[in-house]
């Protein structure tokens, strides 16, 4: 019976990650209502490898330096995310995390509020599973989901949610329980696209192995061939600049474990040239942000992993971080076992 299950499991684990990686709406991106410019910042918060240890650092812009910002003995940093305005911002904790067999687990997971001022709160603990997925809602609301093996029933996965608004209360907290023989493994959460312009005049959408982006007047525009799914869109605040990643980690990727694997794409696409003015391949998420004139993202996987900050006014590198062990903008990304 034991065995059963276990095949059960991984094949309903599989089928929810290829489920969750397609896009919605016969292959063609929703689109999201415009959100508010981001803050002007003069540094950023990244993950990054103090003693074996994913902590928070924090980037002076106009220093052009790196310091530890956040760090504890017990936990490491698995998830640092912020709002579409960059005014607020959780990240999550794990003491541990892996694999047990053929199933995935995270342990002691945990929940802190990182404020403006860089000073960081702890919420709450959420708890130990499986997987656990975070995205931002309505109102910059933040969710969380832990899915776990149901304790009494082992064909069961509990899905516990909780959403907390931007200060850190919690404003929901829910279990729902899924049967895998009758309803599969519940699907894990898609990060939501910013596919509209602040001004509501663009828009950006993805068909097949094609990204478009539709001008005013329903005019249509390809930017760029590709069979990765979109991973993220930012626009400029000044209406010029489009940035746009996509990225395929899925087994169907046969350049996963070469070398130097193909696993992302992240470029700038002028609006008023209609042109692509810069691009990136390669390995990694290739997770970014837009900040004052800078594209900032991350590339590599584990500890051969970079920050570049690139000017995008003056179409130059900047700076770029590298910290011994890894680093990242939103945790310390791995090639999936």
């Given amino acids: 019976m034991i065995k059963i299950f276990s095949a059960l ?36 918060i990244f993950v ?60 002691r997971v945990k929940l802190y509020l990182l404020s403006k001022d860089s000073v960081v709160t702890f919420i709450k603990e959420i708890g130990s599973g499986m997987q656990v997925f975070t995205s931002w809602e309505t109102g910059n609301a933040f969710k969380v989901i832990l899915n776990s093996i149901d304790r009494t029933v082992a064909s069961y996965i509990e899905q ?7 200060f850190g209360k919690q404003l929901v907290d829910e279990t729902k329980t899924y049967n895998l023989t009758a309803d599969g493994y519940p699907k894990p959460l898609e990060r939501s696209i910013n596919n509209e312009s602040t001004d509501g005049n663009f828009s950006i959408f ?21 069979k990765q799914k979109i991973n993220q869109v930012e626009w400029s605040n000044d209406g010029k600049f489009v940035f ?9 990727n046969k350049t996963l474990y070469d070398k130097n694997p193909n696993t ?8 008023d040239q209609k042109k692509i003015l810069k691009q990136w391949e390669g390995w990694g998420i290739k997770n970014f942000l837009v900040q004052n004139n800078f594209l900032i993202f991350d590339g590599g996987f584990k500890n051969n992993f970079t920050i570049h900050i690139y000017n995008f006014k003056e179409m130059k590198p900047a700076d770029e971080i590298k910290i011994e062990g890894g680093c990242g903008l939103r945790n310390i990304p791995e090639i999936p076992d």
């Fill in 264 to 271: 992302s794409k992240l470029l700038i696409f002028s609006l």
């Fill in 206 to 226: 993805s068909s097949q192995d094609s990204v478009f982006i539709i001008y005013p007047y329903k005019q249509k525009e390809l930017i760029s061939i590709t």
């Fill in 9 to 44: 499991l991984i094949t309903f684990l599989i089928l929810a990650i290829g489920c969750g990686r397609e896009n919605k709406n016969n292959g063609e991106s929703s689109l999201n209502k415009p959100v508010k410019e981001t803050a002007k910042l003069d540094y950023f």
């Fill in 244 to 252: 746009i990643s996509t990225f395929d980690i899925s087994s169907d």
């Fill in 48 to 107: 990054g490898m103090e003693k074996g240890n994913a902590c928070l650092f924090k980037y002076d812009i106009n220093k052009e330096q790196s310091y530890l910002l956040w760090s504890e003995k017990k936990e490491k940093v698995v998830d640092l995310s912020f709002s579409y305005d960059r005014k607020t911002s959780f990240f999550l904790t794990a003491g541990n995390y892996g694999k047990k067999g053929a199933f995935p687990f995270i342990d």
């Fill in 160 to 166: 516990h949610t909780q959403i907390f608004n931007e």
